[in-house]
């Protein structure tokens, strides 16, 4: 699976006045939307030096109304982020400008934002459950991977993952995309912060009622 990071020039920073330009598909919305009135957001840099910008996109995203969207620019589609910001009420459209340039519109759907769903990390003991899965657990380190291939690395072991085991996963930083896909498929997460750059995550079958 070819790594599939993101790319920063000043190409892209050219081609931000030009975004609009482009309107076949594109949703009535954004088309009568005044360019003044979309809040542009380029992620490159922090992707580049090993940041995540989730919270730096949902606070981009918290502070859009219901006359204005924000264009997100990285290198391929945010799946992730589209399905998470679908289920708070925002809607999305996403434009290829080149193979490694994608623009990607947020806005408010029908003026109203609904309630976000809780895509806390269940912050279990990590010791305990790491204790209570000795020697049935299996270890990654997807520190040096290139983003979004640590949680695609992720993902990929947990539809492997036997039921009665867990995975190991030692990474970057508290991957916060990751978390509610993990709801989603009925996984539960224990964290354990050693450094800035370094967590241990133990992700295994949520057992609770």
């Known amino acids: 699976m070819a790594p599939l990071g993101f790319t ?8 931000v006045a030009q975004a609009k330009t482009s309107i076949s598909g594109m949703p009535d ?3 009568q939307l005044p360019q003044a009135n979309i809040n542009v957001l380029d992620v490159c840099e922090d992707i580049a030096i090993g940041n995540d910008p989730f919270l730096k996109i949902m606070d981009a995203v918290d ?5 204005s969207a924000l264009l997100l620019i990285n290198s391929f589609e945010p799946t992730p982020l589209i399905t998470i910001l679908d289920k708070k009420g ?11 340039l994608i623009h990607t519109y947020f806005w408010r759907s029908n ?6 769903a809780d895509c806390t990390s269940q912050e279990n003991s ?3 459950q790491l204790t ?4 049935r657990f299996k270890a990654i380190d997807v520190r040096y991977l290139e983003m979004p291939q640590p949680m ?3 993902l990929q072991e947990l539809e492997q993952l036997p039921e009665d085991k867990a995975l190991y996963v030692l990474h970057r930083q508290v991957p916060q995309f990751l978390l509610p896909q993990l709801k989603e498929r009925g996984f539960a997460i224990a964290i354990q912060k050693a450094s800035p750059s370094k967590v241990y995550l133990l992700i295994y079958k949520d057992k609770t009622p």
Not at 90 to 100: G, I, L, R, V
């Open 8 to 15: 920063c020039s000043s190409k892209k920073t050219e081609q």
């Open 152 to 154: 695609a690395t992720i």
């Open 111 to 116: 003026g109203k934002v609904a309630e976000a």
């Open 63 to 67: 502070g859009l109304n219901e006359s």
């Open 29 to 31: 919305f954004l088309k």
């Open 90 to 100: 925002y809607s999305a459209y996403t434009q290829e400008q080149e193979p490694d």
């Open 132 to 135: 209570l899965f000795e020697g």
């Open 126 to 128: 990590f010791e305990e």
